[in-house]
């Protein structure tokens, strides 16, 4: 898997007044293990986020990031260990599951808009059919969100007619017409040219000031920095160190951090 | 003074192409001569086609139109050309294009099959051209296939409304329980109940008296109102028969398809076992090896004295093996979806069944829209097989119009006819589905 590692400055003052952490417990792992096959690719991950939390998930490639943000709404399915969402348990139970997908907006690398659905109708098609929002109050929700990304003049384009930042800031705002409590980015940017990476960071820099709670998995060092109050570093399946960014970046503590933070900063 | 240092001082103004390279000419030297070898093919092409074309149009043309057999077509010809060679005898065509076209329905009864035919061209409206025709054409759509047997065959309006009414009380029944499996389980059972009750037991009329008024009950079914003179399965025939085989295998086999090609995905054991080996028996079975079943086998596992309709057989076996290669070619659509689709539609909290009919299928049936239709067009033209079990198709009807001794020794002006029809109806059904791949081509592809 090929990832490009950018550090793009972040250069807008940061408003950091809505951007509290609270008390109550928005995503619990405890015990995590996750196997694909004979490959043993999370192991024993525990990791509690709290409402209004950005964390930053890094990690060199293969370290089971992805999986594990993939965990938190179940594209993957974990085999031990315990996932709570929003106070509901991650099991079989097919109810829970798409309860729990619908209150967890989640960004893709390659963005995953439906090619055969104008940006308006990628928007509302969920909320119309999940949520059974009469569907000119789930356009009138689109178009709030799509305004709120700054495309609102693209809402009866298709997905292919948009450049690559544009189609992701589109997927940020689908996932949010939802009404998310928790956003999962799996690295949103990789895929962009570097120039359209700022945008999307933008928008995501927005959405942290609005008090969402984020788990990103990124390489965009600076947007770790800047917007994450907690980063945390994967290696071989496992939580090798978190911190927050400050002392993450400045005094990492293991060897594998180093290294890790050495290979990406070192340029 | 260096090579790789050059700056312009002028710049070009434009220029016109030179002649030989646009309008006709240029057209005529790009695509015909643009060298003496691709010259001399062209002229020898030219030539070849005009040798095939003289005598295929003298033949249709030069032709005799009015005769009532085939000697007197030859006196016409002798009288005319002095010879029989390389003229048509079309005359068969007008003593018997009828036939050709209804078998032996009863001719004043005609208007049913014309009416039924223009019903389906309302019905289908609505569904092939969606965005230049009114859905409440859809009511027609919905009632076509409970319609179409009715006109077709006659009897009593009650045995389609019987029909009908069953799937009304098995969505009504199946939508009361939580959940889609009891809700599928009762409702396929309440339908069954319903038909049961409506077909098996002589009290139709008794029922009528209840619901209608108590005069209908006297009247006897011959006279009754909604009453049509029932025509025989053996009387039909001619392309009214393969277009009837043909619609409804096309219009069963795309549903049954798509659900078999879901099940082949199923992560469920049992379900995907089922229609892979479904899938595969009828991929691996010649289709008249089918018609064989349908026609002798099926008599001899059905209890005996029960009646079940050749046509009706033929339709459902056609319709199986339509399904198990439409499966397939959905299936290719599938597979041509990148994971992330579906992803994507998860991640939104879309159920199965709203992921499928929302996301993965609109863009699986698109890419899949070629094969669909040359499945369609094959299974068309694959309904004269049923001449072979002595139904009277158009290829059935031409041997019994040779049986005759006026036109003993005809073939290829029948056989030119029905491939005529043939291509018409499947020269649309190739057009539309081009038309149907522009429509739905969003620009991103």
Same mark, same amino acid.
């Given at each position: 898997?090929?990832?490009?590692?950018?550090?793009?400055?972040?250069?807008?003052?940061?408003?950091?007044?809505?951007?509290?952490?609270?008390?109550?417990?928005?995503?619990?792992?405890?015990?995590?293990?996750?196997?694909?096959?004979?490959?043993?690719?999370?192991?024993?991950?525990?990791?509690?986020?709290?409402?209004?939390?950005?964390?930053?998930?890094?990690?060199?490639?293969?370290?089971?990031?992805?999986?594990?943000?993939?965990?938190?709404?179940?594209?993957?399915?974990?085999?031990?260990?315990?996932?709570?969402?929003?106070?509901?348990?991650?099991?079989?139970?097919?109810?829970?599951?798409?309860?729990?997908?619908?209150?967890?907006?989640?960004?893709?690398?390659?963005?995953?808009?439906?090619?055969?659905?104008?940006?308006?109708?990628?928007?509302?098609?969920?909320?119309?059919?999940?949520?059974?929002?009469?569907?000119?109050?789930?356009?009138?929700?689109?178009?709030?969100?799509?305004?709120?990304?700054?495309?609102?003049?693209?809402?009866?384009?298709?997905?292919?007619?948009?450049?690559?930042?544009?189609?992701?800031?589109?997927?940020?705002?689908?996932?949010?017409?939802?009404?998310?409590?928790?956003?999962?980015?799996?690295?949103?940017?990789?895929?962009?040219?570097?120039?359209?990476?700022?945008?999307?960071?933008?928008?995501?820099?927005?959405?942290?000031?609005?008090?969402?709670?984020?788990?990103?998995?990124?390489?965009?060092?600076?947007?770790?920095?800047?917007?994450?109050?907690?980063?945390?570093?994967?290696?071989?399946?496992?939580?090798?160190?978190?911190?927050?960014?400050?002392?993450?970046?400045?005094?990492?503590?293991?060897?594998?951090?180093?290294?890790?933070?050495?290979?990406?900063?070192?340029? | 003074?260096?090579?790789?240092?050059?700056?312009?001082?002028?710049?070009?103004?434009?220029?016109?192409?030179?002649?030989?390279?646009?309008?006709?000419?240029?057209?005529?030297?790009?695509?015909?001569?643009?060298?003496?070898?691709?010259?001399?093919?062209?002229?020898?092409?030219?030539?070849?086609?005009?040798?095939?074309?003289?005598?295929?149009?003298?033949?249709?043309?030069?032709?005799?139109?009015?005769?009532?057999?085939?000697?007197?077509?030859?006196?016409?010809?002798?009288?005319?050309?002095?010879?029989?060679?390389?003229?048509?005898?079309?005359?068969?065509?007008?003593?018997?294009?009828?036939?050709?076209?209804?078998?032996?329905?009863?001719?004043?009864?005609?208007?049913?099959?014309?009416?039924?035919?223009?019903?389906?061209?309302?019905?289908?409206?609505?569904?092939?051209?969606?965005?230049?025709?009114?859905?409440?054409?859809?009511?027609?759509?919905?009632?076509?296939?409970?319609?179409?047997?009715?006109?077709?065959?006659?009897?009593?309006?009650?045995?389609?409304?019987?029909?009908?009414?069953?799937?009304?009380?098995?969505?009504?029944?199946?939508?009361?329980?939580?959940?889609?499996?009891?809700?599928?389980?009762?409702?396929?059972?309440? =339908?069954? /109940?319903?038909?049961?009750?409506?077909? #098996?037991? *002589?009290?139709?009329?008794?029922?009528? $008296?209840?619901? &209608? @008024?108590?005069?209908?009950?006297?009247?006897?079914?011959?006279?009754?109102?909604?009453?049509?003179?029932?025509?025989?399965?053996?009387?039909?025939?001619?392309?009214?028969?393969?277009?009837?085989?043909?619609?409804?295998?096309?219009?069963?086999?795309?549903?049954?398809?798509?659900?078999?090609?879901?099940?082949?995905?199923?992560?469920?054991?049992?379900?995907?076992?089922?229609?892979?080996?479904?899938?595969?028996?009828?991929?691996?079975?010649?289709?008249?090896?089918?018609?064989?079943?349908?026609?002798?086998?099926?008599?001899?596992?059905?209890?005996?004295?029960?009646?079940?309709?050749?046509?009706?057989?033929?339709?459902?076996?056609?319709?199986?093996?339509?399904?198990?290669?439409? =499966?397939? /070619?959905?299936?290719?659509?599938?597979? #041509?979806? *990148?994971?992330?689709?579906?992803?994507? $539609?998860?991640? &939104? @909290?879309?159920?199965?069944?709203?992921?499928?009919?929302?996301?993965?299928?609109?863009?699986?049936?698109?890419?899949?829209?070629?094969?669909?239709?040359?499945?369609?067009?094959?299974?068309?033209?694959?309904?004269?097989?049923?001449?072979?079990?002595?139904?009277?198709?158009?290829?059935?009807?031409?041997?019994?119009?040779?049986?005759?001794?006026?036109?003993?020794?005809?073939?290829?002006?029948?056989?030119?006819?029905?491939?005529?029809?043939?291509?018409?109806?499947?020269?649309?059904?190739?057009?539309?589905?081009?038309?149907?791949?522009?429509?739905?081509?969003?620009?991103?592809?």
């Amino acid at each position: 898997m090929a990832e490009s590692i950018h550090d793009t400055v972040v250069e807008r003052e940061i408003d950091r007044r809505k951007m509290r952490v609270s008390d109550e417990v928005a995503v619990q792992i405890t015990g995590m293990n996750k196997w694909f096959g004979m490959f043993h690719v999370l192991r024993d991950i525990d990791l509690t986020v709290h409402k209004g939390e950005r964390i930053v998930i890094c990690g060199p490639s293969g370290s089971g990031k992805s999986t594990l943000i993939r965990c938190i709404n179940r594209l993957e399915e974990h085999q031990t260990g315990q996932i709570i969402v929003e106070g509901t348990e991650l099991t079989s139970d097919l109810k829970n599951i798409d309860k729990i997908r619908s209150e967890v907006g989640m960004c893709f690398q390659h963005f995953n808009l439906f090619p055969h659905l104008t940006i308006l109708e990628n928007c509302t098609l969920a909320p119309i059919w999940v949520r059974k929002i009469p569907k000119r109050e789930a356009e009138e929700t689109a178009m709030h969100f799509l305004e709120k990304v700054k495309i609102p003049e693209q809402a009866e384009k298709y997905p292919g007619q948009l450049s690559g930042g544009q189609q992701q800031r589109v997927a940020i705002a689908r996932s949010l017409c939802m009404r998310p409590r928790i956003m999962l980015f799996d690295e949103p940017t990789s895929a962009l040219d570097p120039e359209m990476i700022k945008e999307v960071l933008d928008t995501m820099i927005e959405l942290a000031e609005e008090g969402m709670t984020m788990l990103c998995v990124t390489h965009e060092m600076g947007f770790a920095r800047q917007v994450a109050n907690r980063v945390i570093f994967m290696d071989d399946g496992q939580i090798v160190e978190q911190n927050e960014p400050e002392e993450f970046f400045n005094n990492p503590k293991s060897d594998r951090t180093k290294l890790f933070l050495s290979q990406i900063l070192g340029h | 003074m260096s090579d790789t240092s050059f700056v312009r001082t002028e710049m070009l103004a434009e220029q016109d192409p030179p002649p030989t390279s646009v309008g006709v000419i240029g057209w005529l030297r790009a695509n015909l001569f643009p060298n003496w070898w691709n010259a001399v093919l062209t002229v020898l092409c030219l030539a070849a086609i005009w040798y095939v074309l003289s005598g295929l149009l003298g033949w249709t043309l030069r032709s005799v139109w009015t005769a009532g057999s085939l000697s007197e077509c030859r006196e016409v010809m002798i009288a005319t050309w002095g010879s029989t060679h390389g003229h048509a005898c079309w005359g068969v065509i007008n003593d018997r294009w009828l036939q050709l076209l209804f078998g032996f329905y009863p001719p004043e009864l005609y208007y049913r099959p014309i009416l039924a035919l223009l019903l389906l061209i309302a019905a289908l409206a609505p569904v092939l051209f969606a965005d230049k025709v009114s859905p409440r054409f859809l009511y027609v759509t919905a009632a076509y296939p409970f319609l179409m047997p009715w006109l077709m065959w006659g009897g009593s309006i009650w045995t389609p409304v019987g029909v009908a009414a069953g799937f009304a009380v098995a969505y009504l029944v199946g939508r009361a329980p939580r959940g889609a499996v009891p809700g599928l389980v009762l409702g396929i059972l309440s =339908a069954i /109940v319903w038909w049961m009750a409506w077909f #098996g037991f *002589p009290v139709q009329a008794e029922v009528l $008296a209840a619901g &209608l @008024g108590e005069g209908l009950a006297a009247i006897s079914p011959d006279t009754a109102p909604f009453w049509l003179e029932t025509v025989e399965s053996r009387k039909f025939g001619g392309f009214m028969l393969s277009v009837m085989i043909g619609v409804v295998a096309i219009g069963c086999s795309l549903p049954l398809g798509i659900l078999l090609a879901l099940g082949r995905q199923s992560n469920m054991l049992i379900v995907k076992a089922i229609c892979v080996g479904f899938i595969e028996f009828i991929r691996g079975v010649p289709l008249i090896t089918l018609l064989f079943v349908a026609s002798t086998l099926l008599n001899i596992f059905l209890p005996p004295g029960t009646n079940f309709d050749i046509i009706l057989r033929v339709m459902i076996m056609v319709t199986l093996f339509a399904a198990a290669y439409m =499966a397939e /070619v959905i299936r290719g659509g599938l597979a #041509g979806l *990148p994971t992330g689709q579906y992803e994507g $539609a998860d991640s &939104l @909290g879309l159920n199965y069944w709203q992921a499928q009919r929302l996301i993965i299928m609109p863009q699986a049936l698109k890419i899949s829209i070629p094969g669909i239709v040359s499945t369609f067009i094959g299974i068309f033209k694959d309904t004269t097989l049923v001449s072979i079990i002595a139904l009277l198709d158009p290829l059935g009807l031409s041997n019994s119009i040779r049986a005759d001794t006026d036109w003993n020794g005809i073939y290829w002006e029948l056989f030119a006819f029905i491939a005529l029809l043939f291509f018409i109806a499947c020269f649309g059904m190739s057009r539309y589905s081009m038309y149907l791949e522009r429509k739905l081509k969003t620009e991103n592809d």
